[in-house]
């Protein structure tokens, strides 16, 4: 992979930026009116990409005024790029706003990244698409991303999978597992395990009293493999979020780290 950025909270900036990597910002929220709103924090964020997220946004307002406002923003922390990681129901002002964001920001030679649903309404803004899986594949995945929205527009989100599924599972969701809870599984499972190809994700299988589970989890090999596919791909520019893969990182990013403090 050509480009990776971790993706860091307020008070994770100092171990996020030992790695000398670009950081992506998580402290900005869209909210009422609609206005950017900043974590609080001892340091305010400076350099790298604003990630805004739109989590309780009530969907009412003007795009244009909101824009301005992240404009200024970026130029006050020497922001290179805007993220809009809106998740959630898609609403129509967030569509706008990303659509708008990617046009402006483009003319000021910013970057910007928007999730997947709102790719088709910000055609000037590259798309960011999340690895996680649970049926599949993800190189099949990547492909169908590139060919809805462009070659050159697809960047990838790395979420770490952690996941324990009833069988069958018909909703295709798992119940989540901390990194605790899946050691003490595989434990107390002794369980051998596999790797999917497809999935680019490793995962074992057990029984609980009669009821069949399938567990999938990622570490720094199939994080690696998903990369790996993804640079293959074309794709030049994945997202690390510093949360739930610093213990990886070490071990993903270790080789690189002692070449560039070299």
């Known amino acids: 992979m050509e480009r990776l950025i971790i993706a860091a909270q307020p008070g994770q900036l100092t ?3 030992g790695w000398g990597l670009p950081l992506a910002h998580l402290a900005y929220r869209v909210g009422g009116g609609p206005h950017l709103f900043r974590a609080n924090a001892p340091v305010a964020p400076r350099g790298g990409l604003m990630v805004m997220d739109a989590a309780r946004f009530d ?19 020497r922001f290179t790029g805007v993220v809009c990681r809106f998740e959630g129901r ?12 990617g046009e402006l920001c483009g003319e000021r030679g ?9 790719g088709a309404a910000a055609p000037a803004a590259k798309v960011l698409i999340p ?23 697809v960047a990838l ?5 952690a996941e324990d599924f009833l069988l069958p599972s018909p909703g295709g969701a798992g119940a989540p597992l901390t990194v605790e809870e899946l050691a003490r599984r595989r434990e107390e499972q002794a369980a051998t395990i596999f790797f999917s190809d497809e999935l680019c994700a490793h995962y074992f299988t057990y029984m609980a009293g009669e009821k069949a589970h399938f567990v999938l989890f990622d570490d720094a090999g199939s994080v690696g493999k998903k990369l790996h596919v993804a640079h293959r791909l074309g794709i030049t520019t994945a997202f690390l979020p510093h949360e739930t893969m610093s213990d990886l990182l070490p071990e993903l990013l270790g080789e690189k780290k002692s070449q560039r403090m070299g």
Do not use: H
Not at 71 to 76: D, Q, S, T, Y
Not at 110 to 118: A, D, G, I, T
Not at 131 to 152: H, I, K, V, W, Y
Not at 157 to 161: A, F, H, I, L
């Open 15 to 17: 171990a996020a930026g």
């Open 157 to 161: 989100w790395v979420d770490r999978s």
């Open 59 to 77: 969907g009412a307002g003007e795009s244009l005024p909101f824009c301005n406002e992240v404009l200024r923003e970026c130029a006050a922390r």
């Open 90 to 101: 898609p609403l129509p002002l967030l569509g706008e706003i990303a659509g708008k964001l």
């Open 131 to 153: 690895t996680a899986l649970s049926g599949g594949s993800l190189q099949s995945r990547l492909e169908e991303a590139q060919g809805r929205f462009g070659p050159g527009r």
């Open 110 to 118: 910013m970057e910007c990244f928007v999730s997947e649903p709102y």
